[in-house]
T-cell receptor, first 111, second 112 residues
Framework: QKEVEQNSGPLSVPEGAIASLNCTYS??????FFWYRQYSGKSPELIMF????GDKEDGRFTAQLNKASQYVSLLIRDSQPSDSATYLC???????????FGSGTQLTVLP | GAGVSQSPSNKVTEKGKDVELRCDPI?????LYWYRQSLGQGLEFLIY????????KSGLPSDRFSAERTGGSVSTLTIQRTQQEDSAVYLC??????????FGPGTRLTVT
């Protein structure tokens, strides 16, 4: 079992729709959770982080964390073609000092 | 406040040659990380430095890989006797604690 799992996609949504990206992790003691966006040929860009159970909103982005279910998600409201990218989930485990990344979900927003 | 910088942006080298990749972290960040990303693949952790502590080298794929961080700032990743499978984008990230990491633009290494 991978430590951090994401649906590889690709995920396609129409412009204006809500895109939902999901991530599960195996280390129950994980502390911190991050979402990175990576455009093709570019480096990852931090877009959200969440530490506590519940929802955290930032503009069109909402991160959701459920530690009991070991599940973290990213919702993108009013999706735009410019949101088309690979989204990486990253987790800081209970004992590790470095982030463990999922393999990423490729999102395409269709105009 | 400049972000993380890396040089060179691209490096083409012949198999068997040594290469050095440089990373300049965000000023004041105490932690520095190196990752590798092969085409279409996820991020592979290589090594990280935190302050004056001994580096965590657990991700280095072989003894041909080494890294150092001088003065708690700039880091150099060295790959000796490069092989074709070393071709990848090498990414550096820094953080002010163990939390949010900010990435540099990467160095694309091609071994011919």
């Amino acid at each position: 079992q991978k430590e951090v799992e994401q649906n590889s996609g690709p995920l396609s949504v129409p412009e204006g729709a809500i895109a939902s990206l999901n991530c599960t992790y195996s280390d129950r003691g994980s502390q911190s959770f991050f979402w990175y966006r990576q455009y093709s040929g570019k480096s990852p860009e931090l877009i959200m982080f969440i530490y506590s159970n519940g929802d955290k909103e930032d503009g069109r982005f909402t991160a959701q964390l459920n530690k009991a279910s070991q599940y973290v998600s990213l919702l993108i409201r009013d999706s735009q073609p410019s949101d088309s990218a690979t989204y990486l989930c990253a987790v800081l485990g209970s004992s590790a000092r470095q982030l463990t990344f999922g393999s990423g979900t490729q999102l395409t927003v269709l105009p | 406040g400049a972000g993380v910088s890396q040089s060179p942006s691209n490096k083409v080298t012949e198999k068997g040659k040594d290469v050095e990749l440089r990373c300049d972290p965000i000023s004041g960040h105490t932690a520095l990380y190196w990752y590798r990303q092969s085409l279409g693949q996820g991020l592979e952790f290589l090594i990280y430095f935190q302050g004056n502590s001994a580096p965590d080298k657990s991700g280095l794929p072989s003894d041909r890989f080494s890294a150092e961080r001088t003065g708690g700032s700039v880091s150099t990743l060295t790959i000796q006797r490069t092989q074709q499978e070393d071709s990848a984008v090498y990414l550096c990230a820094s953080s002010s604690d163990f939390h949010e990491q900010y990435f540099g633009p990467g160095t694309r290494l091609t071994v011919t």
